[in-house]
Structure formats: structure tokens, C-alpha cells
């Protein structure tokens, strides 16, 4: 590696433009309790988690690892936030499930609920697979711009504010999804 992309990659882990908001301490004490309640709550059951790419990543990783339970993982991508960084509501099909989910107990595992416009369309999908259930494992919960849609979150990591936050799979054009805690951008001009 040459002295210059590790300087990078320092310079980002420390950028002034990010407010950290939550540690990976405190992200990997929370994963390890929603883990907990999900061990429980699916004893005996077949579970598939449906990771949305690529955000859910790094949360996919971690969550998955802190369930006790014999699951498998799938993968879907859908298109979203067309129109620059609003959201439309329209979901494109990218890449789909690799297998049926037809009698399965499947979670999705989400990066972040902003309108929710997204997610209920993706639901929707799956819904009409004939899975056995469906429920929704967010790692972010950022309910104030919820007006569009009333989504049920199961499973939710921390409630944020109305900004825009980086990090730990949530990205700003593509990057910024290495970082290992959360952030809010202070001046996202500056990014
Ligand atoms: P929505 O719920 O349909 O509005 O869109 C949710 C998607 O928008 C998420 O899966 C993210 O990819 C993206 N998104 C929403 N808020 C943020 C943010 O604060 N940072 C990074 N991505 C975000
Ligand atoms: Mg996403």
C-alpha cells in the first residue's frame, strides 16, 4: 500500500466534516442484543436473512454472526433515490433473491428507513412469494420524514435524527461505508 492511500484512509476516519454518533463499541453492544432478542424469537425456525445491497453489508455481517440459529443469506439489490437524494418510491429489481422464499421466515435487513418508500415496495415483493413471514431488521431508524408510509420496523438499531449520516455501510455517493462508526455530515457541501 503506498504511503498516500493510507494517509487517505486515516484523513477519513478523522475527518472534522464527520460528528461521530454512535462508536463501533456502541454499535457492536447494540448488534449483540438485537441478536439476542432474534436468537429468541426464531428458535425452531427457518430463517433467511435478505441483506438490501450494498448498504445492509456491513450490518448483514454483523447481525448475522450475533444469532444463534441455524439461517442461511440472500442478497437483493433494488434501485432507489433516482432523482438525486430524494427518493421516488419506484423500486427497480437489480439483482434478486438467489432461491425461493416460498414458506420461509424471511428478515430483511436494511441499512437505514428514511421515507420507507423504498422498503413497503420491496415488502410488497416478497409478500407476494409466499413467504411464512416477513419482518424488517433496520440498523437505522430515521423516523422523521416517515409521512408517505407506515412501515413497521421489528428490529431497530438506533433512532437518528433528520441528518444525513455516514459510515458502517451507509454511504454519500458511494463512499464513506468503510467507516467504522456512525457519523452525521456537518456540512455535506464539503463531502
Ligand atoms: P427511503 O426509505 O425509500 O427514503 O430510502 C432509504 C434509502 O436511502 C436507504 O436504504 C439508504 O440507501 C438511503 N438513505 C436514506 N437516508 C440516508 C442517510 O442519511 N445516509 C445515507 N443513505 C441514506
Ligand atoms: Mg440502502
Not at 443469506?73 to 439483482?95: C, H, N, P, Q, W
Not at 412469494?129 to 423516523?143: E, M, T, V
Amino acid at each position: 500500500m503506498s504511503t498516500q492511500s493510507s494517509k487517505i484512509a486515516m484523513t477519513e476516519f478523522t475527518n472534522p466534516n464527520f460528528e461521530v454518533l454512535y462508536t463501533s463499541e456502541e454499535i457492536a453492544a447494540r448488534i449483540k442484543e438485537l441478536g439476542v432478542r432474534i436468537t429468541a424469537d426464531y428458535a425452531e425456525k427457518e430463517l433467511v436473512l435478505v441483506g438490501v445491497l450494498k448498504g445492509s453489508c456491513i450490518f448483514m455481517a454483523d447481525l448475522m454472526r450475533a444469532i444463534d440459529l441455524n439461517l442461511t443469506i440472500d442478497f437483493m439489490a433494488v434501485s432507489s433515490y433516482k432523482d438525486g437524494t430524494r427518493s421516488t418510491g419506484d423500486v427497480e429489481i437489480l439483482k434478486d433473491l438467489s432461491n425461493p422464499i416460498r414458506g420461509k421466515h424471511v428478515m430483511v435487513v436494511e441499512d437505514i428507513v428514511d421515507t420507507g418508500l423504498t422498503l413497503s415496495r420491496l415488502l410488497e415483493i416478497l409478500e407476494s412469494r409466499g413467504a411464512a413471514s416477513i419482518r424488517l431488521a433496520s440498523f437505522l431508524d430515521k423516523p422523521e420524514p416517515r409521512i408517505k408510509t407506515e412501515l413497521k420496523i421489528d428490529y431497530t438499531g438506533f433512532v437518528v435524527p433528520n441528518k444525513f449520516v455516514v459510515g458502517y455501510g451507509l454511504d454519500a455517493a458511494g463512499r464513506y461505508r468503510n467507516l467504522p462508526f456512525i457519523a452525521v455530515v456537518k456540512n455535506p457541501d464539503e463531502l
